[in-house]
């Protein structure tokens, strides 16, 4: 099955972790990479929300609109999955690039994550743009770099090279 990138655009998503800025307005400086991977889309708009309260996620909007299908018919915990929804919700907005190639981050998201008049680091993972602040970078570094070896080793089994 393909995933959602390949349904809408055959543009490859940039690879690593770039730095960036996000300023006091709330918009995020999009790298040149990010940003022409994202004009690819053939919707102009963008989910820019979180999941988790920790990073935001920047969404191509017909990659949102699968996920609300997920928790719409997420039968093996319904209330949670409403729950999901409902702080997805909360935490996030619609957006478009801008011709400085900016995206705005909603309000009360950019104070949640700490990242209004920030550095930010910015990376794609699992169909959408990743924003981190530098203190949420570090935590993720840290616990990356102190996962047990065997984690690392059952990747490895299972095709990572």
Known sequence: MESSQDQLNSGRPPLGIY???CDDKGRLRLPKEF?????????PE??????????ARIYPIRTWMENQKVLADFEDDPEMAEG????????????????????????????KIGIEDQKVNVRFY???????SEAESERRLERA?????????????KGLK
Do not use: K
């Open 19 to 21: 730095t960036s800025r």
């Open 35 to 43: 940003e022409d991977f994202l004009r690819t889309f053939p919707e």
């Open 46 to 55: 963008f989910f820019v929300t979180s999941l988790d309260g920790s990073i």
């Open 84 to 111: 999901q929804g409902f702080l997805s919700d909360y935490w996030g907005g619609i957006s478009t690039i801008d011709a400085q190639g900016r995206i705005l981050v909603p309000p009360v998201l950019r104070r």
């Open 126 to 132: 699992r169909s959408a743009v990743e924003v981190y």
């Open 145 to 157: 770099m102190n996962a047990p070896p065997a984690s690392r080793t059952a990747l490895l089994r």
